[in-house]
Every structure is written in C-alpha cells, then in structure tokens.
C-alpha cells in the first residue's frame, strides 16, 4: 500500500485534530501535525505512532522551512489560523498576520511539488446574506471585518498559484463545525457545558440570528473525500449542515436535550461580528458524503456523553 504524507497546520485545533485522527487510521500514513498552541491545544493532538507534532508558527517563514526541508509532503491542509468572533474582534492585526502563513505554506507547496493544497476558508466570506441558502459561485465580499477578509485573501492567494504555478487546490468554507475538542468560548460547548452545570445561557441580543451546525465527523469525512475526488480539483467546497436554526433554538434545544434547570438571559447584542444568516447550499458535500449527516440532536448527545465522561475520569 501506498505511504502518503499529510502536513495539518492548526492541527492542535478542533478540526484539525479530529481530521489528523481519522488519516492516522491508515497505518502506512505520516501525519505532520504544525500549531503554536495559541488557540490550540496539545491534548487534542492523537498520540499514534504516526502522527508527528512539531511546534512552530507557520505565520515566521524561517520556522516552516526546515519542516517541508524534513516531509515530503503528499496534501497540506492549512487550517492555521486566530478563530472566534470575540477573540478575532479582539486581536485584529493578529488575524491579518495569517495572510504570511498563507503566503508562506502556498510558497513552500509550490516549490515542494505537493499534489494538493487544502485550505480552511470560513462561511464569513460570505458576509451578510446575499441569498440563502448560500451557494460556493456567489461570494458578496461584503463584510469589513479582519477575519472576513483575511479568508477572502487566502482564497484568493489560493487560486492565484494555481492560475500562475499550476499549484492544485481545494478550498473549504466551513460552516459552524463542533465536538468534542471545540473550544469552549465558541457557542454549542459553552452553551452544552452551562446547562449540565445548571447554568444561565447568555444570548446575545434577540437570538433570532442563524446558525446551522455541523459535528466534527461530517466535516473531516468530507474534506478526506474531496481530496481523493478528482471533482474537487481547484473547487470551492461548503462544509456545514443545511439545517437553519436561531441561536434562541439552539439554546432551548440544549436544554431540554441535557434536561437542564437553565435559564437563558439575553445580553446586548455584538456591535459587528453577528450576522443575522447563515445556511449554506451543500449539495457538492451531500453528493461526496452519500450519506445522511449526523443529526443536531445526535451530535449534542455524543458531546454531553464527552463532558460527561471527562467529569467523571
């Protein structure tokens, strides 16, 4: 069987970690795992013989090197990147320094000859809605935040080196991804932990802003089948669920699913950062996966049994 060689920016993340553990599964593959543990964790990272975790910040051109001078590297995903609303509000020219990383892993592919380059981009590209359900042909460009316009410019650095090096791509937009390893300051673990705990869930404003939810299994075996897809050469890929459902939902449906004595308190609503939609098309993702994404109610449920579990060892 074939060895094949995987580089993971970010990979100490959420989903970088949930995609580097489902591709060790594979014994003959070597999965190179890059963080500067800035938002990701070391506890996240699968302690299998053939992942590999190397610390360094993929944003300093001098700490990568000697990492693609080591690998021969089959696919890179480059996931690297400042996330959350809050802590992307908070730290805007961190988020704008992601545009060397991006410029720095694309460089190294190119003169490396990787087979693919597969980019985490965001349904933040999509700004406030033009339409709905949001389609990969339509992009607004219409949002003025940092971390919009960060993943714009990657995705236009991504197509730039394939139009001028033949470097092939595939660009991810995903859409709100959860489980077990997510953060705890993104929306469906805060709200999860609070109601086993029994307490307030805070909402910001109204709560009838949009969101749909997609757990971590859906989005990793989606982005493993795009790139052994031939259809997903230098495409624009949604990865999220279809499902539309308000904040305000989400926050009753956590708590009638954890059977919590919670109450939910409305906080004033985000100045920017909030849009009001968010469903994407994901046709493209439904005719990769063929097969029924994990449902919201199933996801939330292996995550308690996490929480639970954790609490408990």
Known sequence: MSKTTYLITGGAGNVGSALALELSKERTNTVVIVDNLSTGDHSKIPQVENV?????????YNDVVPIF?????DYVFHYAAVVGVQRTLDNPMMVLEDIEGIKNILSLSKNAGVKRVCYSSSSEVYGEPFEIPQNEHTTPLNSRLPYAIVKNVGEAFFRSYQQEFGLPYTIFRFFNTYGPNQSEDFVIPKFVKAALKGEPLYIYGEGM????FCFVDDNVDTCILAIESEDQVNEVL?????????????????????KSSSEIIHLPA???GDMTRRCPDISKMKRLLKRDLITLEDGLTQLVQHYEIRKTS
């Not at 590999?52 to 300093?60: E, G, P, R």
């Not at 001078?69 to 590297?73: I, L, M, T, V």
């Open 209 to 212: 802003q949009t969101r749909s």
């Open 270 to 272: 985000l100045q920017e």
């Open 69 to 73: 001078g080591r690998y021969d590297f």
């Open 52 to 60: 590999t975790f190397i610390k360094a910040n993929v944003n300093h």
């Open 238 to 258: 949604n990865v999220g669920s279809d499902i539309e459902m308000t904040i305000l939902e989400l926050a009753n449906k956590t708590i009638e699913l954890t």
